[in-house]
């Protein structure tokens, strides 16, 4: 699979996943990633497998968050063989209890595989950029 198929699959991925986080699309989520999805995250240190990733990390964050999108100019793509290794910002914004919002910024990590055509996140860690908090 040549650099430029790769880069364009992970683009479908990365919106794909952007996506399901703004509409709180945990089923959609979920089949983006391997069942033995391992990573990390600003609410969880580690998560073990998509149950874990869904009610440690998605649960805990996506229904505080409003406008996820990542910057398609940060993106980097690595890719070899069946693997890509994905870096890139993203944005958001954080809704408060009192209703607030206020912007938030971060970056991600994502190891995607294919399986059998579909790339599916065998690892990802999102963070917080420094200066904002979750």
């Not at 430029?4 to 991925?13: D, I, L, N, P």
């Not at 055509?117 to 990802?124: C, F």
Request: net charge negative.
């Amino acid at each position: 699979m040549g650099l430029t198929v790769v880069r364009q699959g992970v683009e479908v991925w990365l919106e794909e996943f952007a996506r399901a986080v703004r509409e709180r699309d945990f089923d959609t989520a979920r089949g983006l990633c391997s069942d033995t999805v391992v990573g990390f995250g600003t609410v969880s240190a580690r998560y073990d497998g998509i149950d874990e990733l869904h009610a440690d990390q998605w649960q805990a964050v996506w229904d505080r968050t409003e406008g996820f999108a990542f910057d398609a100019d940060s993106v980097t793509v690595w890719a070899d063989g069946s693997l890509a290794v994905v870096i890139g910002e993203w944005t958001s914004a954080g809704r408060e209890g009192d209703g607030s919002r206020r912007p938030r910024r971060g970056r991600a990590t994502v190891v995607l595989a294919d399986a059998d055509g579909t790339l599916r996140a065998i690892h990802t860690h999102f963070s917080m950029a420094p200066g904002f908090s979750a």
